[in-house]
């Protein structure tokens, strides 16, 4: 078994068990259908290779429940969408 799945830091990065179950299973058919892995790493491990991305904060939950990577977010450093204020 992978020991970071022992561990209550996966759960609470996540959420709780059940997202992180879901979590999990998701992006194992992700994987399984062709996805690239999202980290660099020697094993061939499916599992350990889902694991050490929601460490790294590669892949995470919507509010949908909805599988997102890092490369489905915008990549303009983030923050506050920018408003035009001009009209008003």
């Known amino acids: 078994m992978i020991d970071a799945l ?4 996966i759960v609470k ?21 062709g996805a690239r892995p999202l980290v660099d ?9 889902v694991v050490e991305e ?3 904060d590669k ?3 919507d509010a949908d429940n909805t599988l ?8 303009d450093g983030g923050g506050p969408p920018e408003l035009d204020l001009t009209n008003l």
């Open 6 to 9: 022992r561990e209550e830091e």
């Open 13 to 33: 990065k996540v959420g709780g068990r059940f997202k992180l179950s879901a979590l999990i299973q998701k992006r194992l058919v992700a994987l399984n259908q």
């Open 41 to 49: 790493m020697s094993s061939d491990d499916k599992m350990e290779v």
């Open 54 to 56: 929601i460490l790294q």
């Open 59 to 61: 892949i995470f939950l």
């Open 68 to 75: 997102r990577t890092i490369a489905d977010e915008p990549q």
